[in-house]
Nanobody, 120 residues
């Protein structure tokens, strides 16, 4: 069993901030190490795209569109990842998905998604 539970989405005005959180739980994550956790997003009519990932070794990747505005943080010990989103713009509106990838085979898991709406 493997579960990624997200929280923190909602409605915010342009220029505002939101913080997303995700917790990994289940026997799969207890048994196998997670090599990366991060966030993807999908807007209506668009492909799912990477927002930010945090590798176990500490390296972090960001989409160019969010660099300088979003900050990803991960707690390897308790298997959580958060995304602090600042200076949100209407183009950031999407369903945000938590993602975890296991070491070794690289099996990927997804959360159920949380809606972020940016509107005045």
């Amino acid at each position: 069993q493997a579960q990624l539970v997200e929280s923190g989405g909602g409605l915010v005005q342009p220029g505002g901030s939101l913080r997303l959180s995700c917790a990994a739980s289940g026997s799969v994550f207890d048994k196998y190490p997670i090599s990366a956790m991060g966030w993807y997003r999908q807007a209506p009519g668009k492909e799912r795209e990477l927002v930010a990932t945090a590798l176990t070794g500490g390296h972090k990747n960001y989409a160019d569109s969010v660099k300088g505005r979003f900050i990803i943080s991960r707690d390897v010990r308790v298997k959580t990842v958060s995304l602090q989103m600042n200076s949100l713009q209407p183009e950031d509106a999407a369903v945000y998905y938590c993602h975890a990838r296991l070491s070794g085979w690289g099996t990927a898991y997804w959360g159920q998604g949380t809606q972020v709406t940016v509107s005045s």
